[in-house]
C-alpha cells in the first residue's frame, strides 16, 4: 500500500488532535524483527511489552495469555529511531526570533540555560517527526555569545503533553571555528575559555561561598557554575560540536587532565583521520553521516566514509544532524543511514552494515547519552518504544504503520495530512472565508 494510501486511511479514523490510547500490554508476532544492537534482522520474530516496557524479543518468544496481539505478517518491526542530535520542539519558524527557543542572543548566562521551558509538545515537527518512526530526540540550545549553549534534554515525541524524559541531560558547547568567534576570535582563546571555565567551576564545586564576592564582571556567574558541576563532576555528558581532527585531539588532550570529563563529539567530519585516539579515549560520536564536502576550513577532511572508519578503528557512533534543518528534519537520519549502507557497495569506500546502521539511529546514540539501558533497542527492560513498517526502515519510500511510544499506541496523522485531505477535494463552502469569490 502506498504511504499516500497508508496516511489517508489513517486520517479517516483520526480527530484533529487525536490523543493516544492508553499503554496497554502488546504482542507484534510474525515479524522482521530488528532488535537495534547492530545485528541483522530475523525473520518470524516476537516482541512482547508489558507495563510499558521490552520484556521479551526475538523467535521462539512465547506469547502471554490476554495481551493484545498484532500479527505483524512478515512486515519490519524495529526499535523506534533515537534521533541523536536535533533541536525538534523549541523552534517553530526560523526567521521569526520570537519562535526560535534555541539560543538567547543578549543573555548574561549561557551553561545555565536550558531547553525544558521552551519545549512544546504541539510543535508541528515533532508530529510529523512521530509519523516517520522517531520515537526519542536529543534536544540541544545553540550556543551564542560563548562557547556553552546550555543545557539540553532528551524527550520523546508522543501526543501528549509530557515531552520531557530526562530534563538537563547533557551541558552543550562549540568549539573549533564558532567556539573561538565565540570566545574571542581564535582556537587559543576558545580553548583557554572552556579550560579556565572548568578548573573555576571544579573549586565552585568544592567551596560554592567562593563566589560570594565576585562582581559583575565575573567570567562566570553563579547560575552557569551551578549548571556546569555535573559537568566536571561527570555525571553528565558534554556534547561537544567539533569538526576538525586537531581539535579533537586537543580536547582528548584535556580529558587526560580532567579525566572525570564525559565527552561527547558531535559533527566531527574529520573524526576518521584520528579514530584511534578518539576510540582510545573512549569518546562517543554523534557524526554528521553526510558531510563529504570542505563546507569551511575545519572541514577539509570531510568524506561520506567517515562513520565506517571511525567505527571500524572500535569508535561508538551514531548519527545526528547538527546545522542541518535540524529544528524540523531529524527524519531524515533513516536516510543517511541508508546512505551508509549503500556506500558498503561503492568501490573504495566504506560504509556500515545494515544493522549498524540502524543501530546508529537506535541504539548507539542512545548509549553515547548514557541511555543505552533506558532506549534504542528491543532488549529487555528497554521502554516499549516499537514501530511496525510497511518494508525496509532504512529506505526512502518506507512508512510507518505503527507507532508505540512507553507501549502507547501513537497516532501517526499529522497536520500536513489534514491540510492535504483538506485541499484534496474541497468542496464549493468548505474552504476558508479567504477563499470566497
Known amino acids: 500500500m502506498s504511504r499516500f494510501k497508508l496516511k489517508l486511511a489513517a486520517l479517516l479514523t483520526a480527530t484533529a488532535f487525536a490523543l493516544p490510547a492508553a499503554a496497554q500490554d502488546v504482542a507484534i508476532t510474525n515479524a522482521r524483527l530488528v532488535i537495534g544492537d547492530g545485528s541483522g534482522p530475523v ?29 505483524a505478517e512478515g512486515r519490519w518491526v524495529s526499535p523506534g529511531i533515537f534521533a541523536g542530535f536535533s533541536r525538534l520542539g523549541i523552534v517553530d519558524v526560523d526567521g ?20 525544558v521551558p ?26 551564542s555569545g560563548a562557547i556553552f549553549g546550555g543545557q539540553g534534554a532528551v524527550i ?11 530534563p538537563r541531560a547533557f551541558q552543550f558547547m562549540e568549539y573549533g571555528e564558532t567556539g573561538a568567534g565565540a570566545a574571542g576570535g581564535s582556537r587559543p582563546a576558545a580553548f583557554a575559555s572552556l579550560r579556565n571555565t572548568l578548573f573555576e567551576v571544579a573549586a565552585y564545586a568544592r567551596n560554592p561561598s567562593v563566589f560570594l564576592d565576585r562582581g559583575k564582571e565575573s567570567l562566570l556567574t553563579r547560575a552557569d557554575a551551578d549548571a556546569l558541576v555535573p559537568v566536571v563532576e561527570g555525571r553528565v555528558p558534554l556534547l561537544i560540536h567539533v569538526e576538525r581532527g586537531s581539535d579533537m585531539l586537543t580536547l582528548i588532550d584535556l580529558k587526560r ?17 584520528v579514530a584511534r585516539d578518539i576510540a582510545a579515549a573512549q569518546v562517543p560520536v554523534i557524526a554528521s553521516a553526510l558531510t563529504d564536502l570542505p563546507n569551511s576550513f575545519e572541514q577539509l577532511g570531510a568524506t561520506q566514509s567517515n562513520v565506517g572508519r571511525m567505527k571500524a578503528a572500535g569508535v561508538l557512533v551514531g548519527i545526528g544532524m547538527i546545522n542541518d534543518d535540524e529544528t524540523r528534519q531529524a527524519r531524515l537520519v533513516k536516510q543517511y ?21 540502524f543501530a546508529a539511529i537506535s541504539s548507539r546514540p542512545a548509549e553515547a547519552m548514557g541511555m543505552g539501558g533506558e532506549f534504542g533497542s528491543l532488549r529487555a527492560g528497554r521502554r516499549g518504544d516499537v514501530v511496525i513498517w510497511d518494508g525496509d526502515p532504512l529506505q526512502v519510500g518506507t512508512a510507518a504503520q ?6 502507547v499506541e501513537q497516532p501517526t496523522v499529522d497536520r500536513q495530512d489534514r491540510l492535504l485531505q483538506r485541499y484534496l477535494n474541497p468542496a464549493e463552502g468548505a474552504l476558508p472565508k479567504a477563499y470566497e469569490r
Open 402 to 407: 505503527l507507532v508505540f511510544i512507553d507501549g
Open 257 to 273: 587532565e580532567m579525566p572525570r570529563l564525559n565527552l561527547v563529539f558531535v559533527g566531527a567530519s574529520e573524526g576518521w583521520t
Open 96 to 115: 521569526v526570533q520570537e519562535t526560535d527557543d534555541s539560543r538567547a542572543r543578549t543573555s548574561p548566562f549561557n551553561a545555565a540555560l536550558d531547553v
Open 43 to 71: 525473520e518470524g520474530g516476537t516482541v512482547v511489552i508489558r507495563g510499558g516496557r521490552v520484556v521479551a524479543a526475538g523467535t521462539g518468544v512465547a506469547v502471554p495469555a490476554g495481551v493484545r496481539t498484532i500479527d
Open 337 to 357: 543511514a541508508g546512505n551508509l549502507v549503500a556506500l558498503t557497495k561503492v568501490p573504495g569506500a566504506t560504509g556500515v552494515e545494515w544493522g549498524e546502521a
Open 156 to 166: 520523546d515525541l508522543a501526543a501528549d503533553m509530557d515531552a520531557v524524559t530526562r
Open 118 to 143: 521552551a519545549v512544546n509538545p504541539r510543535n508541528l515537527s515533532i508530529g510529523i517527526s512521530r509519523a516517520e518512526g522517531l520515537t526519542r530526540a536529543v534536544v540541544a540550545p545553540r550556543a
